[in-house]
């Protein structure tokens, strides 16, 4: 059965750091997103994209946020310079419709 | 936005049914669902209802839809220790790009 994939699955990192989190949608997916969750709390919605550009972002997605699909099958998302409360699990999902979202299993990234 | 609401935690012994609880807010949700997160893994998406619908039915699982007090609830029968994760609700807003979720229900099956 086709599945979201992410890598890494643990990213520790120094504060002030560049990271990249990494995702491959399901292979016939047109919507992408990034969650967030961090521990004990809510899973936070951060983008979404389609059509090769952003379709919407919430408060949490400032300017250190970005997201890219470098070629047909990965979706990356780059935080520019993380800060301790960056810390948390990042969840992509994909959806062919834009309704049914699959989640993959997350990257905990660990700022320090 | 949207505000998704549930209970933090729910004990219940196998064998027994177990019913978890969502509100929402946001009354042009369109579609409501019910994710599963095991520790350390990611959330399985377990049902799902259209909001013109007032219950759902697959296999174990119950999904029933209270639109007027805009209620959601997911009815495990016959809990197994399997079944031990946290369930999260989740709302999808008018706009289909976004979900709201709540802050998961920690399921506890007693043997």
């Known amino acids: 059965e086709p599945e979201v994939t992410q890598t890494p699955s643990h990213q520790v990192t120094q504060m002030g750091q560049e990271v990249i989190l990494r995702c491959v949608p399901i292979s016939n997916h047109l919507y992408f997103y990034w969650y967030r969750q961090i521990l004990g709390q809510k899973v936070e919605f951060l983008v979404s994209?389609?059509?090769?550009?952003?379709?919407?972002k919430s408060e949490i997605f400032d300017d250190q946020f970005s997201v890219e699909r470098p070629d047909g099958s990965n979706f990356t998302l780059k935080i520019r310079s993380t800060k301790l409360e960056d810390s948390a699990m990042y969840f992509c999902?994909?959806?062919?419709?834009?309704?049914?979202?699959?989640f993959g299993p997350g990257t905990r990234l660990t700022v320090l | 936005g949207e505000d998704v609401e549930q209970s933090l935690f729910l004990s219940v012994r196998e064998g027994d049914s177990s019913v978890i609880n969502c509100t929402y807010t946001?009354?042009?949700?369109?579609?409501l669902y019910w994710y599963k997160q095991e520790p350390g893994a990611g959330l399985q998406l377990l049902t799902y209802i259209f909001s013109n619908m007032d219950m759902k039915q697959d296999q174990r699982l119950t999904v029933l839809l209270n639109k007027k007090d805009k209620h959601l609830s997911l009815r495990i029968a016959d809990t197994q220790t399997g079944d031990s994760a946290i369930y999260f609700c989740?709302?999808?807003?008018?706009?289909?790009?976004?979900?709201?979720f709540g802050s998961g229900t920690k399921l506890n099956v007693k043997p």
């Open positions: 994209f389609y059509n090769n550009e952003i379709s919407e």
């Open positions: 989740a709302v999808q807003s008018g706009n289909f790009n976004k979900f709201y």
């Open positions: 946001d009354s042009s949700s369109t579609y």
């Open positions: 999902a994909s959806s062919e419709g834009g309704n049914e979202q699959f």
